[in-house]
């Protein structure tokens, strides 16, 4: 985590790694998320890494439950921007 750069990042496992971004926006504050396949270089080609990459690019729905969840928590509206 680095508070005054607004961003954090984990790593889920070995194979996925997430960063989130906290900038200034006219509406608030914008959130870039970016996922990232970390999988040792032998095993990203493998059916099971490229079919979590592959549901995680189609399910917004946790994405958009979590942004929910996170205005919220700050008392603050919160939506997509896309």
């Given at each position: 985590?680095?508070?005054?750069?607004?961003?954090?990042?984990?790593?889920?496992g070995?194979?996925?790694?997430?960063?989130?971004?906290?900038?200034?926006?006219?509406?608030?504050?914008?959130?870039?998320?970016?996922?990232?396949?970390?999988a040792?270089?032998?095993?990203?080609?493998?059916?099971?890494?490229?079919?979590?990459?592959?549901?995680?690019?189609?399910?917004?729905?946790?994405?958009?439950?979590?942004l929910?969840?996170?205005?919220?928590?700050?008392?603050?509206?919160?939506?997509?921007?896309?």
């Open positions: 985590m680095d508070r005054p750069r607004g961003y954090f990042s984990f790593h889920g070995y194979k996925f790694a997430a960063e989130y971004h906290f900038t200034p926006h006219p509406k608030g504050t914008l959130l870039t998320y970016k996922a990232f396949n970390v040792p270089e032998a095993h990203r080609t493998r059916p099971a890494v490229r079919l979590q990459f592959w549901l995680g690019a189609k399910l917004n729905l946790g994405l958009r439950s979590g929910r969840h996170m205005g919220k928590t700050l008392d603050c509206r919160a939506y997509p921007g896309s």
